[in-house]
């Protein structure tokens, strides 16, 4: 219970207990709950398209979600969306690149991307239609945070320390199976659409981080975020083309 509760607390704003002792080893063990986690984000985001619905339509109404999609995780992954932007588009070198990943400035690079970003995201719920839209609200941000698991523990870390390596460090033997399992009762409501999507985010996961260990050396807690955006970005736009 605590490792999801640190998940929880982590990934989003939603904080049902404070005072939680962060130990390396209970850090670890928190992301093998990411997928369940995504699934409190995916039930809220079904909820708040009911609400919005009761008063709005169509483009409005993929606005008022969006929003909401954003604030529940606080912006964590659209802030490391940014960073990451700003610096694989920089131009420069390995080095300068990881140094502007730590800026907490945000540059025209990252304004951009996140302006795409949103736009997109809104243009393809929007264009969603029918009941597929509460199985892609609930399915893709199981299917993206286990994609983050790949992240995590597929790929090396581009720095010596920093709180995202120290996930890989303590993860406990068989994270990623476990995580597979917490990502899977989504099903029932996507069926095979929700299983396309999930192989979707692993295939994206593996692709983004290849092309960013090819650049950065490595892949740090910012470009967990960006590969967690642009999953969400491209699950949403597979849903739209299907449905």
């Given amino acids: 219970m605590t ?6 607390q982590f990934l989003t704003r939603i904080q049902l207990a404070r005072h939680l002792t962060w130990t390396n080893e209970a850090f670890g063990a928190s992301l093998r709950c990411f997928p369940l986690v ?9 909820l708040c ?22 604030l529940i995780t606080g912006g964590l992954h659209a802030d490391g969306f940014m960073d990451t932007a700003d610096g694989l588009f920089s131009g420069r070198s390995r080095e300068r690149m990881l140094e502007i990943l730590k800026d907490s ?10 302006f795409f970003l949103a736009l997109l995201k809104i243009c393809f719920l929007a264009n969603i239609e029918g009941p597929a839209v509460y199985a892609a609200l609930l399915g893709i941000p199981v299917a993206a ?5 790949v992240s ?16 890989a460090a303590y993860a406990p033997p068989r994270t990623l199976a476990l995580g597979f399992l917490a990502a899977l009762p989504p099903v029932l409501m996507g069926g095979f659409l929700y299983l396309t999507l999930l192989g979707t985010a ?21 470009t967990y975020g960006a590969v967690t955006e642009s999953s969400e970005l491209l699950l949403l736009g597979l849903c739209a083309a299907i449905y």
């Fill in 3 to 8: 490792s999801f509760l640190i998940a929880l």
């Fill in 38 to 46: 995504g699934g409190c984000i995916g039930l809220f985001l079904c």
């Fill in 49 to 70: 398209w009911f609400a919005a619905g009761l008063a709005l339509t169509g483009f409005y109404r993929a606005v008022c979600v969006i929003i909401a999609w954003f």
């Fill in 105 to 114: 400035r945000v540059g025209s690079n990252g304004v951009m991307a996140f």
């Fill in 145 to 149: 945070r286990y994609g983050t698991l």
């Fill in 152 to 167: 995590v523990l597929e790929f090396p870390y581009a720095r010596p320390e920093g709180l995202g390596k120290a996930f």
């Fill in 202 to 222: 692993i295939a994206a996961s593996l692709i983004l981080n290849t092309y960013i260990v090819k650049h950065l050396g490595g892949v740090t807690g910012d």
